[in-house]
């Protein structure tokens, strides 16, 4: 084709493996991808570019392996020994003799044999020269592992650039500089697939009254894409569909029902949860759609579906929602069935924390490292799973907020609340639509912890007054609202209100049996408490807190309440004991990957050794705080980052950038409507003049 562009890397390697035997040997390079990915575009190219290695000629066939009757072998013969002039009448019909002919003339030949559209290396065998200078390229939706000694290539979708360079060559070049975001955007649409790209060039070249940007939005609705993806006898739909009816009814079960999640590829285990099988049958599913390039494996034992197939998939579920709900369901379990083994080691000896609704099988993680590990990986897709089943009527809504709930005690959600935030407004949404109060309750509870992460304190506390004044809601959100409302006023410097809502809290979590939560809560009691002058005090409950997870966790503390018995003690001026408490917490919030908790124990670490007269090291501290803070996002938490350091910089004459930094801090905490804003102000006040940086001195 005129209008070739790209694969350079790959009619490279396919160029390299017909000619690295030099006339020595037969040599045979299979090319395999999935429908549209333009294997005989690239084949027919790299054919041309070798007419002149192979001059005794180049034989074409197309096998139509994903049609439903490919010709036979004996057919495919009889053409490349008519295309070699023998008179087919005196040859005959026995695929063996015929087989033995075709190789016997082509011995003396230098010939490339093109066989595309190959079904199997079975089909392929019988039509495959002996000769050791003719050469043999053959193309196919699946990968030909049995065809002995060929070197293989999977195509994969084009790059960007390749993609707009191809719709460059079609509608030329003006119309996409013209439009450029809108060419990138339109070929992402396209899922860079070589068929799509060359069917939207031609609507467009066909349309030059149109823009860019036109077809585009046409594309952007994805129910409409593949139709809009069609130009007369082309189709994308169409070629997925001879791949697709291939399938036996399981695989093309398998086929749709991993097109259900949303997330960007799936592990196994997540693969089997969705298909309802054991990992063993999922995975022989999963590869058997691989090997037909119905599915990609972009890693061991991870699985996912081309953008445009995904579609397609989906599209051959339609009106089978009971399907896709249990789909999504099953999921759910698996991901609510992983995360309670884990919040089952973090947090042990309570009551389960959801609704006990799960039926997932618990998941075999080696240790509490790897568990984090896999939730980590995989935190992105149970969000997206969450924004699923919150847009799904009659899917598990009420475990689907527990597992919201899960992943907000274990994952380090703070530096990046937006994700967490969405899904916990959608099922909020959702939860109100359906009526559930219930759920509702439990979802605005945790919408509240959430806001309040984000320093939005007025959106907090309003959900977490609706929490606790909602007669239907479970005693474990009341008492986490009245936590939430008690940790409002301990910000307000409402030391009293504070203390009282803590109390009540502990009351409800002993009430119910949640010696865990009962913990976190004393933590928290010992914190106002240690503020409001009472540090030793706050000692005696941090302590007692420390020693119930102690015993719960088989000797090892929760890191967060180890935190906060090291501010106790910081209050209580015990500095050297609240170090070593801050350093323990560090370590394992660094284990269990939750930096924003790491970030603000090194802040508590800076104030500390401002408090014993060791500014320099107060200055490290506040910066590596800072710099963590920051990498996560959290603006008012490294604005209080940007005061300490603001304080031990002035305690080290270093007035510019201590000045720098306390200014910064206030906007912050101006903006963020912080209290501790006074305290910077009147720092600010009692320094000197504005004194400018000197050039060697690091900036804010």
Request: net charge negative; hydrophobic share 45%; with cysteine.
């Amino acid at each position: 084709m005129t209008d070739f562009t790209g694969r350079q890397p790959d009619i490279d390697q396919v160029t390299r493996a017909l000619t690295e035997a030099n006339g020595s040997a037969l040599v045979i390079s299979a090319v395999a991808g999935a429908g549209g990915m333009g294997k005989t575009t690239l084949a027919v190219h790299v054919a041309h570019r070798l007419a002149a290695r192979y001059p005794d000629g180049q034989l074409f066939v197309d096998l139509q392996g994903a049609g439903p009757r490919p010709p036979a072998a004996r057919d495919v013969l009889g053409g490349f020994l008519r295309a070699l002039g023998v008179d087919l009448a005196e040859v005959s019909e026995d695929l063996e003799e015929r087989a033995a002919l075709y190789r016997s003339l082509l011995a003396e030949r230098r010939v490339l044999v093109l066989l595309d559209n190959a079904a199997s290396a079975a089909q392929v065998r019988p039509l495959l020269p002996g000769a050791a200078g003719c050469a043999v390229l053959v193309t196919s939706r699946a990968r030909l592992a049995g065809l002995s000694g060929a070197r293989h290539l999977g195509l994969a979708a084009m790059r960007p650039d390749e993609a707009l360079a191809l719709l460059a060559k079609v509608v030329g070049e003006e119309r996409v500089a013209a439009e450029r975001e809108a060419a990138q955007e339109l070929m992402r649409a396209c899922g860079y697939l070589p068929l799509a790209i060359r069917i939207v060039a031609s609507r467009l070249a066909a349309r030059p009254g149109w823009s860019l940007a036109r077809m585009r939005d046409r594309m952007a609705d994805e129910r409409r894409r593949l139709s809009e993806l069609r130009v007369d006898d082309l189709a994308v739909e169409a070629t997925f569909a001879l791949g697709y009816d291939q399938l036996d009814e399981a695989h093309a079960a398998a086929f749709r029902l991993l097109a259900v999640p949303n997330a960007a590829d799936l592990p196994l285990p997540a693969a089997a949860a969705v298909l309802g099988v054991a990992e063993e049958e999922a995975e022989e599913l999963c590869e058997a759609l691989v090997n037909v390039h119905l599915m990609e494996s972009p890693a061991p034992g991870r699985y996912r579906h081309h953008d445009l197939l995904k579609l397609y998939a989906r599209a051959r579920l339609d009106g089978q929602e009971e399907s896709r709900r249990a789909a999504l369901d099953r999921l759910l379990g698996h991901y609510l069935a992983a995360m309670a083994w884990i919040v089952d080691v973090m947090y042990p000896g309570d009551p389960a924390l959801g609704f006990g609704t799960t039926t997932g099988a618990r998941p075999s993680f080696a240790d509490l490292d790897a568990a984090i590990a896999w939730g980590q990986a995989e935190e992105e897709g149970m969000l997206g799973c969450l924004r699923q089943i919150a847009g799904t009527p009659g899917a598990a809504l009420r475990d689907a907020v527990s597992l919201l709930d899960m992943m907000s005690l274990v994952f380090d959600f703070e530096s990046s609340p937006t994700g967490y935030e969405q899904v916990a407004e959608r099922l909020v949404t959702a939860a109100a639509e359906r009526g559930d109060r219930i759920a509702e309750a439990h979802a605005r509870r945790k919408r509240g912890e959430i806001l309040y992460a984000r320093r939005a304190a007025g959106a907090a506390a309003e959900e977490a007054r609706a929490v606790r004044e909602c007669a239907e809601a479970r005693p474990a959100d009341h008492a986490s609202a009245v936590n939430l409302l008690a940790m409002l006023a301990h910000d307000r410097r409402a030391h009293d209100e504070a203390i009282a809502l803590y109390i009540e809290a502990i009351e409800i979590w002993r009430a119910l049996g949640h010696r865990s939560e009962e913990a976190i809560c004393r933590g928290n009691l010992a914190m106002v408490l240690a503020e409001a002058g009472r540090g030793e005090e706050g000692v005696e409950v941090a302590e007692l807190a420390v020693g119930v997870t102690r015993e719960l966790g088989g000797g090892r503390p929760n890191p967060q309440i180890l935190y906060q018995l090291a501010v106790a003690l910081g209050a209580a001026g015990r500095p050297e004991e609240a170090l070593a408490g801050f350093g323990g917490s560090r370590a394992e919030f660094r284990r269990l990957g939750q930096y924003t908790w790491e970030g603000l124990t090194l802040r508590r670490m800076a104030e500390t050794y401002l408090a014993m007269g060791r500014p320099d090291r107060a200055v490290d501290h506040a910066e590596e705080a800072l710099a963590m803070l920051r990498e996560a996002d959290q603006g008012w938490m490294g604005a209080k980052a940007l005061a300490v350091l603001g304080r031990a910089l002035t305690a080290l004459g270093r007035r510019g950038r201590a000045r720098a930094c306390l200014t910064r801090a206030l906007a912050i905490m101006e903006e963020k409507g912080l209290p501790d804003a006074d305290d910077v102000r009147a720092l600010l006040s009692r320094l000197d003049p504005p004194v400018y940086c000197s050039a060697s001195e690091p900036q804010v």
